[in-house]
């Protein structure tokens, strides 16, 4: 179970770590910690739905853990810190946000959804996937191209979206099979 944990989630935690810390060599480290504590913890998951939710509790509270653990821990740390941890009601909606994509995806003609699920949701590189399906770099990006356009007209059919300045919102019309 550890390694499916780590080959479906270790990208989107990376990202979610380097967006925190900027820094992907420090990243790396602390999504090493994550792995180590998820390996101590893992009889502590109670099904796939928690899962998610979990993991990114952990990389909150090892990136706490970083920034105190550092020398130079100053108020503003503080703040960043309380940044972190209030941020933590948004991990349900980006949760509900894969979801929802995932099932949308799924929905896309295998030569999309395949390419769309590597792409998007796990964030590997175009020339890994394009080798890991034996395409054509042109052939990937292309695939990816047309997937994105049919997801974004599925999208577009499933929820409502508002752009303001602190990104986009999205109300779901129930349309895509996701339960809201």
């Known amino acids: 179970m550890f390694e499916k944990i780590w080959q479906d989630f270790h990208q989107q935690l990376l990202a979610f770590i380097i967006g925190k810390v900027s820094d992907k060599q420090l990243a790396e480290d602390i999504l090493q910690e994550v792995f180590i504590k998820v390996h101590k913890n893992i009889d502590a998951v109670e099904g796939v739905e928690q899962?998610?939710?979990w993991l990114y509790q952990i990389c909150r509270h090892s990136i706490i853990d970083?920034?105190?653990a550092k020398k130079n821990y100053s108020a503003q740390t503080d703040d960043e810190l309380s940044q972190?941890?209030?941020e933590e009601g948004n991990s349900d909606d980006q949760i509900q946000l894969n979801r929802c994509l995932r099932i949308l995806i799924a929905d896309l003609p295998e030569q999309y959804s395949q390419i769309l699920l590597a792409s998007?949701?796990?964030q590997e590189k175009q020339q890994r996937i394009a080798?890991?399906?034996r395409l054509s770099l042109t052939t990937?990006?292309?695939r990816i191209k047309r997937g994105r356009e049919q997801l974004k007209g599925k999208l577009q059919a499933c929820c409502d979206f508002e752009f303001k300045?602190?990104?986009p919102e999205a109300v779901c019309k129930n349309q895509c099979g996701c339960s809201h």
Request: glycine share 4%; charged share 25%.
């Open 51 to 53: 899962l998610s939710a």
């Open 84 to 86: 972190l941890v209030a």
């Open 66 to 68: 970083f920034y105190r």
């Open 165 to 167: 300045e602190s990104g």
């Open 140 to 142: 990937t990006k292309s």
């Open 120 to 122: 998007e949701l796990e």
């Open 131 to 133: 080798n890991n399906l």
